[in-house]
């Protein structure tokens, strides 16, 4: 048996089954964790979707901001962009039973020393704190008036946690730590617009994962998100967007030895 963490698959199906085919995957015996942002840019987000689904209890995905914007497109409470390719999954047969399961998917997975979550964990949060926060959003998007929150979900502010939050400024806080962030101040007020190489953060910010101090750095945090990074293998830190839709590689790493799986993409 084998855990096999994936990065950013983003719609690229094709280069997926590659992947799979390369680490010689069974899910009678293996597992995949998936970083999230399984779909949209790539061309074939539906069939991701239905492979992922497929696979049951073989395979641990949590969400990513593209992701959660499918979900908020299919609710009404997002609007598309000209770089969407998600029509094949909202005009499918089994949109809703996908969709559906799709939101009850967490926005943090936590097993034994490892944490898989999208983009990141603010420097002051425990991954046990992060584990409850992200259980109050995972709540909100399996109850019946889950729309409302999607319709107050998007947006930049507030920029940092406060734990006196409250409604969905609280509930956003949480998803754009764990969906969106890269550059966070030591003092964890988040800055969204920057997405280059961590060597170059904007003045008064650090990548998250380099705060000194983190409050997580007890886990080994296993995260996507950022293909400008691309794979970054630290002793608390295993970070898989290697740009597989921008035309480099999709990774797959072997946690049990940190082995190191690429199959390369087609450009974009």
């Not at 089994?94 to 979550?117: F, I, Q, T």
């Not at 006196?164 to 966070?184: K, P, S």
Request: net charge neutral; charged share 25%; glycine share 8%.
């Amino acid at each position: 048996m084998a855990t096999y963490a994936i990065g950013d698959i983003q719609g690229c199906f094709e280069e997926l089954q590659r992947l799979l085919a390369v680490i010689d995957f069974d899910a009678r015996r293996d597992r995949l964790w998936l970083v999230g942002d399984l779909v949209n840019r790539g061309p074939r987000s539906l069939e991701v979707l239905r492979l992922i689904k497929s696979l049951g209890d073989a395979a641990i995905t949590v969400l990513g901001n593209h992701d959660l914007h499918l979900v908020m497109l299919a609710a009404g409470c997002s609007r598309q962009r000209a770089d969407d390719t998600l029509d094949a999954v909202l005009a499918a047969p089994d949109r809703e039973e996908l969709l559906a399961w799709l939101r009850s998917r967490p926005l943090l997975h936590v097993e034994g020393r490892y944490a898989l979550v999208h983009a990141g964990l603010l420097p002051q949060w425990s991954v046990k704190k992060a584990r409850k926060l992200a259980a109050e959003v995972e709540r909100a998007l399996s109850a019946d008036d889950y729309r409302q929150m999607l319709a107050h979900l998007w947006g930049s502010e507030p920029a940092a946690w406060d734990d006196q939050l409250e409604g969905w400024a609280r509930l956003r806080v949480i998803v754009n730590v764990m969906t969106r962030m890269r550059f966070c101040s030591p003092a964890g007020v988040m800055e969204f617009k920057t997405k280059g190489e961590a060597s170059a953060p904007p003045p008064g910010y650090l990548p998250w994962f380099a705060v000194p101090g983190r409050r997580s750095g007890d886990h080994v945090l296993v995260t996507g998100h950022w293909s400008a990074l691309g794979v970054r293998l630290e002793p608390n830190l295993l970070a898989l967007d290697s740009g597989c839709y921008w035309g480099q590689q999709l990774s797959a790493l072997r946690l049990e030895d940190r082995r190191l799986f690429q199959v390369d993409c087609a450009s974009a």
